[in-house]
């Protein structure tokens, strides 16, 4: 899987088809919104950094922890995604972070904002980690790390 | 009021990040993540030129040297760790005008977040995310040295802005703090710490002398902005400084530091709803814009002495893209209303500038 979202190099490119399987016999013309279901279903298949395991099975990502709401102006949504270390002190917490982020990057429209945060308490430095995890300017230098983008892509390559 | 879009361009293929329009030439530059900036007209909005294979990554930030009306100095930063200097020259030959990079200024190591000259033009400001500010001074024509390296944050430096007539320079931070600094008498000092942002410190600007606002007496004022979703103001309440130069100073002062005394003097009305990336304080009306990831451009007036109300606001300003700057620029297209007209210069995401004007309603 290419590790850069397709919105940071062609703004003008067309929006993804989201292959969400299903709703195969309801062929409506607007379709549905996305739902919480659907963001974990495009996050569970992603791999843990260090171990040939999903997300999901680790419970690193849980359906409960994830809520979409609209913003007020009509258009944009907040995706906001808190997940769960394995281990308190994980190292790699920030890389599970950064990859959850490009995973919904690459997957969403422009109009959603994303949230993603590592879960209260679940983390020894869960505050630090989740201050890094919103500042745009260091997620976007870190998507020009190579090394970093390395260990993203192979996350992601458990994907479909 | 009303803010109306007067042109939208798609400036580049990726994110810009920051727009400058030139202090005294119709054309503006952008800083984008498609590693290079562009020349573009204020009098058509057309893009004049491509500064590109200047730097390996991203390009931040951008800042025209002041006072170099004949050969315009742009300077770069980037995430590549380095700051650039590009000058516009006429081929003598063709008679066509060309960019030129002269300098690669190394010596960060991390990335660079932003670059500033000073009112006079003879020092350049950069930050980084090695936690670090560098003030360069121009020695001789495109050789500068290092004069000061401060460091004096804990975290990722922001953003960085100079006093317009002061050599004052002031930083944001990741550690939500702003810092003031000046040359002391053997070396460039941190006077003051500014605590009272809860979050990161995205932007920072120094109110304009030309403010109809500005008074001598009360003092000068900073704005600032941050991931708190605030904008706030700092007024200078007290300065001493070793001035032109320490050896005038009486011997009893000599090796004493200079000293600044700011306080925060007013929060303008909450108007976003998530990070607000930058703020530019209007010479003209003294009138102030932010924006940020709300998508939102909003514009705010001094009603009384720090009382602010918001005068105009447009949501969904580049669609559903976050907005990374908004600035204030004399205005140059042939619609035009007299010397003092003004636009705003917005940029964002999608790799569109936007422009826009302020109306009665």
Request: proline share 4%; charged share 25%; net charge negative.
């Amino acid at each position: 899987a290419s590790a850069t979202p397709a919105y940071l190099y062609d703004p003008f490119a067309a929006v993804p088809d989201l292959d969400f399987s299903g709703d195969s016999e309801e062929d409506d013309e607007t379709p549905e919104p996305i739902d919480s279901q659907e963001i974990f279903d495009l996050v569970a298949t992603m791999c843990d950094p260090e171990h040939p395991i999903t997300l999901g099975e680790l419970a690193v990502v849980n359906l409960d922890h994830i809520w979409i709401t609209d913003d007020d102006n009509g258009l944009t949504k907040t995706v906001r995604l808190e997940f769960t270390p394995t281990i308190t002190h994980c190292h790699l917490a920030t890389v599970i972070g950064l990859g959850l982020v490009v995973r919904l990057q690459q997957s969403l429209p422009p109009k959603y904002r994303i949230d993603v945060r590592c879960r209260e308490g679940t983390h020894t430095t869960d505050a630090q980690l989740n201050k890094q995890l919103a500042d745009k300017e260091r997620v976007l230098s870190a998507l020009e790390n190579e090394t970093l983008m390395g260990l993203v892509g192979k996350m992601i390559e458990t994907c479909k | 009021m009303k803010l109306t879009q007067l042109a939208s361009i798609a400036a580049h293929p990726d994110r810009v990040w920051q727009v400058a329009p030139h202090p005294t030439l119709p054309f503006l530059a952008t800083a984008s993540a498609d590693k290079s900036s562009k020349i573009i007209s204020l009098l058509n909005f057309n893009t004049l030129t491509t500064l590109d294979g200047g730097h390996k990554r991203t390009v931040r930030s951008v800042a025209w040297k002041p006072n170099t009306e004949d050969e315009p100095v742009l300077a770069t930063g980037s995430f590549d760790y380095n700051a650039g200097i590009w000058r516009q020259f006429e081929d003598e030959a063709t008679e066509k005008k060309d960019w030129q990079f002269l300098v690669i200024l190394e010596g960060h190591e991390s990335e660079m977040k932003r670059v500033a000259w000073s009112a006079g033009g003879s020092f350049l400001a950069t930050c980084s995310r090695d936690k670090s500010v560098w003030v360069w001074e121009e020695m001789d024509d495109d050789n500068f040295e290092t004069v000061a390296v401060l460091q004096d944050h804990t975290q990722d430096v922001k953003c960085v802005a100079w006093h317009p007539e002061d050599v004052l320079l002031a930083s944001g931070s990741y550690d939500n703090n702003i810092m003031l600094y000046k040359e002391g008498s053997d070396d460039w000092v941190c006077v003051k710490v500014l605590e009272g942002h809860e979050s990161t410190v995205w932007s920072l600007e120094f109110e304009p002398l030309k403010s109809p606002k500005y008074s001598e007496e009360r003092g000068s004022r900073l704005v600032s902005c941050s991931d708190d979703f605030t904008v706030k103001i700092w007024t200078r309440t007290e300065q001493t400084g070793l001035g032109s130069g320490g050896g005038q100073l009486p011997s009893i002062l000599r090796g004493s530091q200079p000293k600044e005394e700011w306080e925060c003097t007013a929060t303008l009305p909450k108007a976003h709803s998530r990070s607000v990336y930058s703020v530019s304080w209007s010479k003209v009306t003294g009138r102030i814009v932010s924006c940020g990831g709300d998508g939102k451009i909003v514009v705010y007036e001094e009603a009384e002495d720090n009382e602010w109300k918001i005068v105009a606001e447009v949501g969904l300003a580049h669609g559903a893209y976050e907005i990374n700057c908004v600035a204030w620029s004399t205005r140059y297209d042939k619609d035009k209303r007299g010397e003092n007209d003004e636009i705003i210069i917005s940029s964002c995401d999608d790799g569109k500038v936007n422009f826009w004007v302020l109306d009665e309603e």
